[in-house]
């Protein structure tokens, strides 16, 4: 078999196998589902699974892995921007691969699999806007007023909950161009502008 060809059909068995586990775990569970549940809705035998994962939790991990590296591509001609400012396009890039990959996205947002496929993707997504951040602070040479850690765990806290309401909400409550322009007011102008208030906040006591 041509190189190629093999890849092909490697693609094709990893995606079948990745389209079956999803759909299980948003039907199930993921602790319901077995190997034996994932291989007969692929309609592939145990060894063809065995050849590519050890178990459903290495699938699992490859599921986000490969969501993960996808998004990077999406993102990556759109760093240069969001070094320079806040131009809220990785955000809305975000929401229009979960709209393309609803129910992956779904499966890891719920927290399937005791939280472990939602724990890597946020560390991910934290590590990747911490360095945003930073990179953001030294190209217009200003100093964090916060950790830079609590502000992209935060930044990406908000960004997840909100995604994960808008991706289980029936029928879709807004585009994803109004739910970035949201997300982007709410982080350049702060909840208390956002809940309606006008001018500086009131001073808070010291203690």
């Known amino acids: ?5 093999g890849d092909r ?13 999803v759909s299980l775990v948003l039907e199930r569970g993921y ?5 034996e549940d994932i291989t007969e809705r692929a309609d592939l035998g145990r060894a ?5 994962y050890t178990d459903k939790d290495d699938l699992l991990d490859r599921v986000v892995t490969d969501l993960l590296d996808e998004l990077a591509e999406r993102l990556r001609p759109l760093e240069l921007g969001s070094e320079v400012g806040f131009t809220g396009k990785p955000a809305l890039e975000i929401f229009r691969h979960a709209q393309e990959e609803r129910d992956a996205y779904r ?9 472990r496929a939602l724990r890597q993707f946020t560390a991910a997504q934290t590590e990747a806007a911490a360095g945003v951040f930073w990179a953001r602070a030294a190209h217009e040479e200003v100093t ?12 990406v806290g908000e960004q997840l909950a ?24 709410l982080s350049l102008r702060g909840r208390y502008w ?7 906040p009131p001073a808070q006591d010291a203690q």
């Not at 059909?9 to 586990?21: F, G, I």
């Not at 602790?31 to 190997?35: D, F, I, K, L, R």
């Not at 956002?194 to 500086?200: D, H, S, T, Y």
């Open 162 to 185: 909100v995604l994960h309401w808008w991706l289980e909400s029936q029928p879709r409550p807004m585009e994803p161009e109004e739910a970035t322009k949201m997300l982007l007011d």
């Open 48 to 52: 063809t699974f065995y050849s590519h």
């Open 1 to 5: 078999m041509p190189p190629q060809a």
């Open 31 to 35: 602790a319901a589902v077995t190997v």
């Open 144 to 155: 964090p007023r916060i950790s830079v850690e609590v502000l992209a765990r935060a930044w």
């Open 194 to 200: 956002a809940n309606g208030f006008e001018g500086e």
């Open 9 to 21: 059909r490697v693609r094709r068995t990893r995606r079948l196998l990745r389209d079956a586990l």
């Open 107 to 115: 499966m890891i947002l719920r927290g399937e699999g005791d939280g």
